[in-house]
Nanobody, 127 residues
Framework: QLQLVESGGGLVQPGGSLRLSCAASGFTLDYYAIGWFRQAPGKEREGVSCISSRGGSTYYAGSVKGRFTISKDNAKNTVYLQMNSLKPEDTGVYYC????????????????????WGQGTQVTVSS
């Protein structure tokens, strides 16, 4: 059974950093693209960053480009999201999700194309 579990969320001051982890079980990340999505209160879920199955291509939303870095350790079956220079507008529930099986360059970071989702982890950026 395909399962994704997020961790690493918490409360951080503006300008701080957090690293989120998404641990996969029941399938191998070698054949799945993984995305990080977030949902702020009263807003739709949006794509933050996505990475292809082999890690060769990535996507970042304009609002996080230069501050967030997505990476993938297929040996550990885990995807990370390093978040630096956090802002209050980064607050929300962060979800990881899988699209696959698929091999090749990343073609989408759209919520509708990711079928399997974790339960989410709360990130709050506040002073």
């Amino acid at each position: 059974q395909l399962q994704l579990v997020e961790s690493g969320g918490g409360l951080v001051q503006p300008g701080g950093s957090l690293r989120l982890s998404c641990a996969a079980s029941g399938f191998t990340l070698d054949y799945y693209a993984i995305g990080w999505f977030r949902q702020a209160p009263g807003k739709e879920r949006e794509g933050v960053s996505c990475i292809s199955s082999r890690g060769g291509s990535t996507y970042y939303a304009g609002s996080v480009k230069g501050r967030f870095t997505i990476s993938k350790d297929n040996a550990k079956n885990t995807v990370y999201l390093q978040m630096n220079s956090l802002k209050p507008e980064d607050t929300g529930v962060y979800y990881c999700a899988a699209d696959g099986p698929v091999i090749g360059v990343l073609t989408t970071c759209n919520t509708a194309d990711f079928a399997s989702w974790g339960q989410g982890t709360q990130v709050t950026v506040s002073s």
